[in-house]
DNA sequence: TAATCTCGTGTTAGCGCTCTCATTGGGAGC
DNA sequence: GCTCCCAATGAGAGCGCTAACACGAGATTA
């Protein structure tokens, strides 16, 4: 194992200062194409590569974005980070993810920590409630914010799925199938995703005058199966489920199946995410698509924009789109 | 946004110099209580922490273990990556993790070139071909590496969850339920852990006497789908199926259902991996189930081992568990 | 033609930390 | 009481890089 080049051997073996070459390596512009040239055949044969602590101890910057995300064990969170990774990489960056539970402050300050060392030059908060990004705010103070799935605000800029079209979006599918008994059931009540959607939900049944009917829970199948059971169990059933994710939905479907509850028959039911699996399960899932890509996207995009040159923050949404599929149906009449 | 305290600040301010400031950092062992104190306070009264591109710069160590990964869209590789994370934090380490594409080397070369940047201290390599983690070994060549899902070897450690053996489970549940005619559907033919699975279901099915039928897939919805048909089309059905993940199976499953064969009437089918949907999805799905959080544990608590004091190198390997659920039902006499 | 300005490059000084070596002031050993 | 040693601390160098300034040579201006 040899010793690693620096920069006096690349500057050695290309005859120039070692200045010269460190301008190749950020390429200033007043430099001789041959001089360059030759720099680079140097760096390539000597397969050298800047050490990022140096630079980044002289130049307090780190060329990485941190990203604090809660429960990385959902889908949503998990594609949003996955697409992040993507467009950072293109601009140079690194991502650091730390994921948190939102309700141990240890762990915030744990994930806030972990950043804090590595000196990041900007964070993500990806689905966190205020407290935490508070937070964020005062111990990372030196980090440039950006915030994904959370309301907007003045401060930062944020970006955001449309949560609140896309519940209307699928409540309005239901109603205009004729459904008017349309249960919701909600994500986390702490979530400003599931509240979202829920005021969509609200939104639309009360444009259609008619009556709202919420059952809280969260993104989980467990739950969703648990709530299936629940609205099995009435005496007089719904028609139509709109739930605040897909998982949720896919737990109800497998309850009410188990009671002779026929989906879509007997019952409609809309999701949210649209993951993979939504149009190869049976019945195919009728759900909301995010475009996490984009989301993604667009979140690092403006990361940057603000790293380079700080500007004035704005909020930024991304289009939901209804995916229809067999889990939704029209209402029989006589029901 | 004040200039951030130094090591000689606190120095300055506990009445020593910076060396025993930084001996306290690394608590070093010759050192009086009272000074120790005495700086401890002063640390605390500036909110005073190490810079860690500093360190970095002169210990060469950064205490970051890059991931290099083929395919975070499965559900398999992302679990893992979960569980290295949160097994690495606690030994104050941090991850970054990059996807590549086992199929194109421009990916390769930019994943480890982002690592190399970041001096890593070693590398969990999964579920990466033998020419990727050679062209690893050759740029990363100061870094510990460790392999995950990827034939042994004596170079490294390697960790791997018991593939072949999962294979032989699979196939046998289905062969006690009296099943004769089984078929497989692989994963990638490049990858090992399909191989493994594949050589497992044809050691099962050499034993019992039984025909090997295989059928080449991937690990997406969409050929399982495919496959699923082409199935459905034969001329005389199988009356079972192994597949090499749950993906797969979900994709048949919908093919099959759409071609009036019913599950596990008509056909019983194994998955493997147990992602979580498994239970939920109609019929519940039988399946391998892995465990992926002991395999990021030991493939961290291996790194560490290695990173503190280089040993041996040793494969280990994480036992499957066969999930029985309603997709798969004994053989109808007659059939 | 002298004064000024550019371009292309070299020189020097740190960034904040740890390493190595030097230094001091007692206590043990004789 | 004297050397010797060791525990406890300090001083200085240097990790690899960039920023700021310096400098010479040719081009431009008055």
Chains 1, 2 share one sequence.
Not at 189 to 200: L, N
Not at 213 to 220: A, H, K, M, R, Y
Not at 298 to 315: D, E, F, S, V, Y
Request: hydrophobic fraction near 40%; glycine fraction near 6%; include cysteine.
């Amino acid at each position: 194992m040899t010793r690693k080049a620096n920069i006096y051997d690349v500057a050695k073996l290309a005859g120039v200062s070692h200045q010269t070459v460190s301008r190749v390596l950020n390429n200033h512009s007043s430099l001789k194409p041959a001089t360059r040239e030759r720099v680079e055949k140097a760096i390539a044969e000597l397969h050298y590569r800047p050490n990022q602590a140096a630079r980044q101890l002289v130049t307090s910057q780190s060329n990485i974005i941190g990203i604090l995300i809660a429960g990385t064990e959902l889908f949503g969170p998990w594609a949003i980070l996955n697409a992040m990774k993507r467009e950072a990489r293109v601009a140079g960056y690194s991502i650091i993810s730390v994921s948190i539970s939102s309700d141990s402050p240890e762990s915030w300050h744990e994930g806030i920590d972990q950043l804090h060392k590595l000196d990041i030059d900007g964070v993500i908060c990806i689905n966190l409630n205020h407290q935490i990004i508070k937070e964020v705010e005062k111990s990372l103070s030196s980090a440039t914010i950006v915030i994904v799935d959370t309301e907007a605000s003045k401060k930062f800029d944020t970006v955001n799925i449309e949560n609140l079209n896309g519940g209307v979006m699928a409540t309005e599918h239901l109603i205009s199938l004729g459904h008017k008994k349309i249960v919701h059931v909600t994500g986390p009540s702490d979530g400003y995703e599931g509240q979202q959607r829920r005021f969509g939900y609200e939104k639309a049944m009360q444009k259609a005058k008619l009556k709202a009917d919420v059952i809280e829970g969260d993104w989980s199948l467990e739950t969703g199966y648990r709530i299936g059971n629940e609205i099995a169990a009435r005496k007089t059933l719904p028609t139509a489920i709109f739930t605040g994710n897909d998982h949720l939905a896919l737990g109800i479907i497998k309850a009410l199946t188990e009671n002779r509850i026929r989906v879509p028959q007997d019952m409609s039911i809309v999701g949210f995410d649209d993951i993979p699996e939504a149009s190869y399960v049976s019945p195919a899932l009728t759900s909301i698509r995010q475009d996490f890509d984009q989301l993604g996207n667009l979140a690092i995009g403006r990361m940057l924009i603000q790293l380079k040159t700080p500007t004035k923050h704005k909020a930024f949404t991304v289009p939901a789109e209804l995916v229809v599929r067999e889990s939704t149906q029209k209402l029989k009449v006589g029901k």
